[in-house]
T-cell receptor
């Protein structure tokens, strides 16, 4: 079954509005959560890395004021796309890193959120 | 040169064929190697995780790592139409994953 959930799975919004995406690790505590963006037929592009209780680390070229990340607990991280514009339309995927099986810490992905900004 | 190179395909094979997917990399510091499967419009699903050189088998899937050649492979035996997806290799020296571009696989019934 799913180990990482994302909500919503799909969102359509008007230009200028803000959109919040939630990412939860379901049966383990995530030491680190990652947010990715994926364009059609392209690989995943890491946007930022967040650890619970501390500020997110953003990749080069990703605007931290545009993509707000809050890692409130060991099982929840949120990504808020502020003042969304059509060029922000994309598939956003979160990932959680933690130890689900003894001695093996690895990274599990959520199902993704498809954002369409009109 | 990209850190991780992966042929994007598409790769089309008949049902029952053995599929070989490959990635090469340039950073000798990579220690962790993973293969993910991604169906269209879904998030990636972890298939295989390996730490060292050698083979690891799980059902119809075998992951192979050759650190000396900086080359990793994923073999799928008795391929099924349900295996049709994009397969992403990923690797890291620590906690940050570097992904290949993904190979689109189509298994024809």
């Amino acid at each position: 079954g799913a180990v990482v959930s994302q909500h919503p799975s799909r969102v359509i919004c008007k230009s200028g509005t803000s959109v919040k995406i939630e990412c939860r690790s379901l049966d383990f505590q995530a030491t680190t959560m990652f947010w990715y963006r994926q364009f059609p037929k392209k690989s995943l592009m890491l946007m930022a890395t967040s650890n619970e209780g501390s500020k997110a680390t953003y990749e080069q070229g990703v605007e931290k004021d545009k993509f707000l990340i809050n890692h409130a607990s060991l099982t929840l991280s949120t990504l808020t796309v502020t003042s969304a514009h059509p060029e922000d339309s994309s598939f956003y995927i979160c990932s959680a890193r933690g130890e689900r099986t003894s001695g093996q810490e690895t990274q599990y992905f959520g199902p993704g959120t498809r954002l369409l900004v009109l | 040169q990209k850190e991780v190179e992966q042929d994007p395909g598409p790769l089309s094979v008949p049902e029952g064929a053995i599929v070989s997917l490959n990635c090469t990399y340039s950073n000798s510091a990579f220690q962790y190697f993973m293969w993910y499967r991604q169906y269209s419009r879904k998030g990636p699903e972890l298939l295989m995780y390996t730490y060292s050189s050698g083979n690891k088998e799980d059902g119809r899937f075998t992951a192979q790592v050759d650190k000396s050649s900086k080359y990793i492979s994923l073999f799928i035996r008795d391929s099924q139409p349900s295996d049709s997806a994009t397969y992403l290799c990923a690797m890291s020296p620590n906690h940050k994953l570097i992904f290949g571009t993904g190979t689109l696989l189509a298994v024809q019934p």
